[in-house]
C-alpha cells in the first residue's frame, strides 16, 4: 500500500538547520506531488510548501521562502525538507504528505492522501 | 490568501449524536476544492471528503460533506466513540496559496 515514511524526531538548536526525510513506497514516486506541513504543539496546521518529485520545481508559502528548501532523491524515493535560521517558534510536528492525483493530470493544489506519520522538531539553546 | 474559519472550536457531544461543524471561507472557494481531515492525538490528519463532498476511500458514510461558496459543513450523522477528534477543513483553489481552518474539536459530554 502506498506509504510515507519520515525520519526521526530532531533537537536542534537556534540559529541552526535541520533536515527531515520522508521516504515513499507503494507507487511511483515521481508520477506523484508531495508536500509539507507543520504543526506547532497545540496548534493547528501551516501549509509550507511543495515539490515536483519528477521535475525537482518548488513552490514555497511566502513565510518560509528564503528558509526552507525541498529536494528529492528520486533513485530511493525520498523527499527532504530543510529549514534554516530555526528559532524556538519552529518547534513542531513536519509532515509529509502525497497529492493523489498524477503529477500529468492534476495540479499540486489539492488534497492529501497519505500523510506521513511526522517528525517533531525541537528548537532549543 | 484565503482564511479559513472553523465552528465552533470545541463540539461537546454523547456517542450517537449528530456532530454538524462548520467551515467559513474569507473568499470563495472555487470548484469545490474543499477537504476535511480527521486528527486524533499523536497521528497524522487523515483525509476524510474532498471536493467538498466526496468521501475518501474506507470512510464511512456516517460522514457527509456539504456546501459551497464561502459555507461549508461536515456532518457526521450519529457519532462513535472512535469519532471523538479534531477536525480540519482545507482549500486548496487555484493561484491561492493552500490554507487550513483552525480546527473543531470534537469531545465526548
Known amino acids: 500500500q502506498v506509504k510515507l515514511v519520515q525520519s526521526g524526531a530532531e533537537v536542534a538548536k537556534p540559529g541552526a538547520s535541520v533536515r527531515v526525510s520522508c521516504k515513499a513506497s507503494?507507487?511511483?514516486?515521481?508520477?506523484?506531488?508531495m508536500h509539507w506541513v507543520r504543526q506547532a504543539p497545540g496548534q493547528g496546521l501551516e501549509w509550507m510548501g511543495w515539490i515536483n518529485p519528477k521535475s525537482g520545481d518548488t513552490d514555497y508559502a511566502q513565510k518560509f521562502q528564503g528558509r526552507v528548501t525541498m529536494t528529492r532523491d528520486a533513485s530511493i524515493s525520498a523527499a527532504y525538507m530543510e529549514l534554516s535560521s530555526l528559532t524556538p517558534d519552529d518547534t513542531a510536528v513536519y509532515y509529509c504528505m502525497r497529492v493523489p492525483c498524477l503529477i500529468n493530470r492534476c495540479s499540486p493544489q489539492n488534497w492529501f492522501d497519505p500523510w506521513g506519520q511526522g517528525t517533531l522538531v525541537t528548537v532549543s539553546s | 490568501e484565503i482564511v479559513l474559519t472553523q465552528s465552533p472550536a470545541t463540539l461537546s457531544l454523547s456517542p450517537g449524536e449528530r456532530a454538524i461543524l462548520s467551515c467559513g471561507a474569507s473568499q470563495t472557494v472555487s470548484r469545490n476544492y474543499l477537504a476535511w481531515y480527521q486528527q486524533k492525538p499523536g497521528l497524522a490528519p487523515r483525509l476524510l471528503i474532498y471536493d467538498v463532498f466526496r468521501r475518501a476511500t474506507g470512510i464511512p458514510d456516517r460522514f457527509s460533506g456539504s456546501g459551497s461558496g464561502t459555507d461549508f459543513t461536515l456532518t457526521i450523522s450519529r457519532l462513535e466513540p472512535e469519532d471523538f477528534a479534531v477536525y480540519y477543513c482545507?482549500?486548496?483553489?487555484?493561484?491561492?496559496?493552500?490554507?487550513f481552518g483552525g480546527g473543531t474539536k470534537v469531545e465526548i459530554k
Open positions: 482545507q482549500q486548496y483553489i487555484l493561484n491561492s496559496p493552500l490554507s
Open positions: 507503494g507507487y511511483t514516486f515521481t508520477d506523484y506531488y
